[in-house]
C-alpha cells in the first residue's frame, strides 16, 4: 500500500544501508542515529529509506525508531530485501501508521526483485554522502521529491539535484 500525495524540494535523505544493519548488533544505536539527525534538521524535512520495517518492535524486523525520532520525515520509503529477510509487512492498521497519515507523512514500501518494483541502489552507492552518528545511515544533501499515488500503488522518490555532503551529523 501506497499513501497519496506530493512533497518536493526535501532537502535531506536519510538511508540505513541494509548491508550495515544486518550486520549489527546493537539496532537501537541505528534508530537513536537517526533521531540525532532528526533532531539536528531543525526544521528541514527529509526523506528516510531503511530496511524492512520502520518503527518495529523488533529490531530483526526493521529499525525500531520512536516516532518522535522521525518526526522532521517527510516521506518513509520501507525497502524489502529479501536475502537478508527484511521484508516489511504492511504497516496500515497500526498506530504507527495512523500517526503518518495525521502527520501528512507519505509512505511506500519497495520489494527488491518484486516486479514493478524498482531500488537503485547504485545511487546509495555513487552520490556523495556524510555519514551519520552511526556507520549505517548516511545523509545526502540537496533537493529530493517524491511523487505518490494510492490509487495506483505508485511511487517514486527522485534525486533533483544532490549536492556535496554537509559535516556535522553525529
Known amino acids: 500500500m501506497v499513501t497519496h ?8 535523505l536519510v538511508y540505513v544501508d541494509h548491508h550495515v544493519y544486518a550486520q549489527e548488533t546493537r539496532f537501537h544505536d541505528v534508530a537513536r542515529g537517526i533521531g ?3 533532531e539536528a534538521l531543525k526544521g528541514s524535512r527529509f526523506i528516510l529509506v531503511a530496511p524492512g520495517r520502520v518503527g518495529s518492535s523488533n529490531p530483526l524486523l526493521g529499525v525500531p525508531v520512536q516516532y518522535n525520532e522521525i518526526t522532521r520525515c517527510s516521506c518513509i520509503v ?3 530485501f529479501p536475502k537478508e529477510g527484511y521484508m ?3 504497516s496500515f492498521g497500526t498506530h504507527f501508521f495512523t500517526d503518518l497519515e495525521i502527520d501528512g507523512i507519505l509512505y511506500m514500501p519497495v520489494y527488491e526483485g ?4 524498482i531500488f537503485d541502489e547504485s545511487f546509495f552507492d555513487t552520490a556523495p554522502y556524510a555519514l551519520g552518528s552511526h556507520a549505517g545511515i548516511r545523509i545526502y544533501s540537496g533537493s529530493f521529491s517524491v511523487y505518490t499515488d494510492g490509487d495506483r500503488n505508485f ?7 544532490v549536492d556535496e555532503p554537509e559535516d556535522g551529523w553525529d
Request: proline letters at 7%; hydrophobic letters at 35%; a negative charge.
Open 5 to 12: 500525495g506530493v512533497k518536493e524540494n526535501i532537502p535531506y
Open 36 to 38: 540525532t539527525v532528526n
Open 78 to 80: 520501507e525497502v524489502g
Open 88 to 90: 516489511p509487512e504492511l
Open 114 to 117: 518484486a516486479k514493478n518494483n
Open 155 to 161: 511511487g517514486v522518490v527522485v534525486a533533483d539535484r
